[in-house]
């Protein structure tokens, strides 16, 4: 099978992050490469762990450092160690909805329900949505995971919190009073479309809100790893490690 590697300049980046991190053991960085390595192939290429091709290891060793770095939180942290550079000069919401395989069912009950695992019953079927927050240029400040059925607007503050901005763009599925005092009182500029219902529809920038297209490019491009349009797992912080994981290397290009 054809494998995937990481390129040198991703991995110069990568390893200082790894090697500070007190919950890493990095041992043998080309080790360490060849599992971070294994873990894109799967993403990549949407693949069960055990088809993982020899060339990076015993599948079932690289699946329980995967599993580890999962419980500990790892793969956001790396995610967030590279988005800390943001340009707020605006910020973009949106959310995606994610079709679950049935395998993704049928976590132990120790682990909650189905909706503590990020998993619902939407228009679309069995899913997960994925509620996001970008900076200026496209590149994931936040992600938060939720059952399939929840309104997008149900998130927008906890999207949208502690970041500091001059202007927030989302589309008509958060055009709810709520959301609009929320973003005054962080004295930003709502730049939202009012819904058909609004018996009196709001003025908004609607050049500025043309830049709302980079939201949908991120989404488009986290979806290219078939372990982020498909959800195989059934624990939230599995699936979750791969979309960090993904995220990460999005804010590397």
């Given at each position: 099978?054809?494998?995937?590697?990481?390129?040198d300049k991703?991995?110069?980046?990568?390893?200082?992050?790894?090697?500070?991190?007190?919950?890493v053991?990095?041992?043998n960085?080309q080790?360490?490469?060849?599992?971070?390595?294994?873990?894109?192939?799967?993403?990549?290429?949407?693949?069960?762990?055990?088809?993982?091709?020899a060339?990076?290891?015993?599948?079932?060793?690289?699946y329980?450092?995967?599993?580890?770095w999962?419980?500990?939180?790892?793969?956001?942290?790396?995610h967030?160690?590279?988005?800390?550079?943001?340009?707020?000069?605006?910020?973009?919401?949106?959310?995606?909805?994610?079709?679950a395989?049935?395998?993704?069912?049928?976590?132990?009950?120790?682990?909650?329900?189905?909706?503590?695992?990020?998993?619902?019953?939407?228009?679309?079927?069995?899913?997960?949505?994925?509620?996001?927050?970008?900076?200026?240029?496209?590149?994931?400040?936040?992600l938060?995971?939720?059952?399939?059925?929840?309104?997008?607007?149900?998130?927008?503050?906890?999207?949208?919190?502690?970041?500091?901005?001059?202007?927030?763009?989302a589309?008509?599925?958060?055009?709810?009073?709520?959301?609009?005092?929320?973003i005054?009182?962080?004295e930003?500029?709502?730049v939202?479309?009012?819904?058909?219902?609004?018996?009196?529809?709001?003025a908004?920038?609607?050049h500025?809100?043309k830049d709302r297209?980079?939201?949908?490019?991120?989404?488009?491009?986290i979806?290219?790893?078939?372990?982020?349009?498909?959800?195989f797992?059934?624990?939230a912080?599995?699936?979750f490690?791969?979309?960090?994981f993904?995220?990460?290397?999005?804010?590397?290009?």
């Amino acid at each position: 099978m054809r494998t995937i590697t990481i390129r040198d300049k991703d991995w110069e980046r990568i390893l200082p992050f790894l090697q500070n991190h007190k919950g890493v053991y990095v041992g043998n960085p080309q080790h360490c490469r060849r599992f971070i390595e294994g873990e894109l192939w799967v993403n990549r290429s949407g693949s069960q762990w055990r088809l993982l091709p020899a060339v990076y290891g015993k599948w079932n060793s690289i699946y329980k450092r995967f599993a580890r770095w999962c419980d500990k939180g790892i793969w956001g942290q790396l995610h967030q160690y590279f988005g800390t550079d943001a340009d707020l000069e605006y910020l973009l919401i949106d959310s995606t909805i994610i079709r679950a395989h049935p395998c993704a069912a049928g976590a132990l009950k120790k682990h909650g329900s189905q909706e503590d695992q990020a998993l619902g019953r939407s228009r679309g079927g069995f899913s997960t949505k994925i509620h996001i927050a970008v900076d200026a240029l496209g590149n994931p400040l936040r992600l938060i995971l939720t059952g399939g059925q929840r309104n997008d607007c149900t998130q927008a503050e906890a999207l949208i919190d502690g970041f500091e901005t001059d202007f927030i763009l989302a589309d008509k599925g958060y055009d709810t009073d709520p959301i609009r005092a929320i973003i005054s009182q962080k004295e930003a500029v709502a730049v939202i479309p009012s819904k058909a219902n609004r018996t009196e529809p709001l003025a908004y920038d609607k050049h500025l809100y043309k830049d709302r297209h980079l939201v949908e490019c991120f989404i488009n491009k986290i979806k290219h790893f078939r372990r982020v349009f498909s959800r195989f797992d059934k624990l939230a912080s599995r699936y979750f490690g791969f979309l960090s994981f993904t995220s990460a290397l999005v804010c590397l290009r």
